[in-house]
Each structure stands twice: as structure tokens, then as C-alpha cells.
């Protein structure tokens, strides 16, 4: 039985990831933002189990400070960490800052990760680690010396594809740094769920004919965290069950290197 950390685990490809692992009979950690969809998430779960009780975390992305307190949970209550799926993550439509001064679209989709990834490393040796990315990264290359964005250029789907860029680009420099934690990023189609802040984002996600289901996502992400080593490539972008080569600036390595060194002095670790 694996242990399987699952960010974003209260809706959308997240929970339908988790509901598969706890068919399997895997041991799934869930992890939102929200009570009342985690509460609700915890039920379906518990029921894909077959009645066991998943251990269930809430945390704002947008605080690292509950980051932090995570990983603390996370490392006091598992000693072995199979798989962490970053999986939490969305698109703003209008510019902020959060409380640790970045620019909250950047955050939530990398900064955050990146720190919970970085302070759970050591129980991740011999795991893996799945980034949920996107094809949307073609939108947006992350500036690594301007974590805290500019209000006056901010365009969210810039805003989305950097921080997806760098899902990708985190996966394939964690592959390097880390050559004991297996890493990849996944595009999981575009799909059904209302994971955008905005009535554009929304309405276009609700609409858009070519949405794939959650649960046909999840899959994807499940076959990710469990094929055997040998039909993958650790640092590799999956787009379907096929490895991809990602957008030019997604794929340079130089950028992965200093995006990786500013976020780690950006988040102190």
C-alpha cells in the first residue's frame, strides 16, 4: 500500500485522482483549501475505500505559513511519503498580492509547491513527485527575479501559463537535483471544473466543447504516480500517456536553474 499525498484533493482532477487511488487501496492524504468541499471530498473518498477513513489536511496556498504547517503535519504523521501530487493550483483574474508579498497566481501554482515539495524531500526519497502543468504554459514564462508581479501588465492566462512553465521546468530540475525522487509534469487536458476566480474563466472552462472529464484526468495522474520507472522519463512533460517536449522557455535549463534558486530564496528554504 502506497502513501499518496494529493494537493488540490477537494475537487476536480485532484479527487477523482484520489478516489482511484483509494479503489486501489492505496493510503490517500487530501489536501484543500475549502472545509466544506474538503469535508465532502473526505466522503468520497472514505466511500471509495470502501469506509476508511482518509487522513485529510486544509491549507491555503496563498499562506505559506500553512504550507509550512503542512509539511509539519505531513512529516509527523507519515514516515514515508510515496508520491506528492502537487496538484493544487488555478488562474486569478485580477491581480494580487498575498500575504507573503508574491503575486498570488505565481504562489499558489509554484511558489507553494515548491516550498511543501522542498520540506517533505528527505520522506520523498525513493518516491515521486507529479506536477500538474498544462499546455497553457506556451502562454507565459515565469520571470524568476519578479516573483511579486506588476499589477499593470497582469494578464491571467500570463499569469496561469507562467505558472504551469514552471511546473514543468521545477519537474525537470528536481529530476537533476534529486536523482533519488522521480519527477514529472502532466498536462491533464482541459478539463471540466471550476478551477479558475473569474465569470471569464469560469464560463470558458463550463463551455468550451473539447473539456475532458476529472475523472479521465485522474487517471492519467494515477497511471503517473504508479507505471513502473522503466515506461517513463524522470524530469519528463506527459501530454496523454506520451512524452512531449514542452515549449521552448519550458525546456531551457539555465531558466530551470535560476527559477529554482530565486524560488528557494523567495520561500527562505
Known sequence: ????????????????????????????????????????????????????????????????????????????????????????????????????????TFQGNHLAPFLLTSLLRERLR?????????????RGRPDPDRPAGDPESYNPWQAYGAGKSANILFAAEAARRWPDVFS???????????????????????YAPFLVTPEKAGELLVWLATAPETELVSGGYYVGHTLTRPAAHARDAALAGRLWEASAEAVNK
Open 1 to 104: 500500500m502506497a502513501t499518496i499525498v494529493v494537493t488540490g484533493g477537494s475537487s476536480g482532477v485532484g479527487l477523482a485522482a484520489a478516489k482511484q487511488f483509494a479503489a486501489r487501496g492505496d493510503e490517500v492524504v487530501l489536501v484543500g483549501r475549502d472545509p466544506r468541499r474538503l469535508a465532502d471530498a473526505v466522503a468520497q473518498v472514505r466511500a471509495a475505500a470502501g469506509g476508511t477513513e482518509p487522513p485529510h489536511f486544509r491549507a491555503d496556498f496563498e499562506r505559506l505559513d500553512e504550507v509550512r504547517a503542512l509539511a509539519g503535519d505531513l512529516l509527523a504523521g507519515f514516515p514515508a511519503i510515496d508520491v506528492l501530487a502537487n496538484n493544487a493550483g488555478g488562474m486569478i483574474n485580477d491581480f494580487r498580492r498575498t500575504a507573503d508579498g508574491f503575486e498570488a
Open 126 to 138: 525513493g518516491g515521486r513527485v507529479v506536477n500538474t502543468a498544462s499546455r497553457a504554459h506556451m
Open 184 to 206: 514529472v509534469s502532466f498536462h491533464p487536458g482541459v478539463v471540466r471544473t471550476n478551477f479558475g476566480a473569474g465569470r471569464t474563466v469560469r464560463l470558458f472552462y463550463r
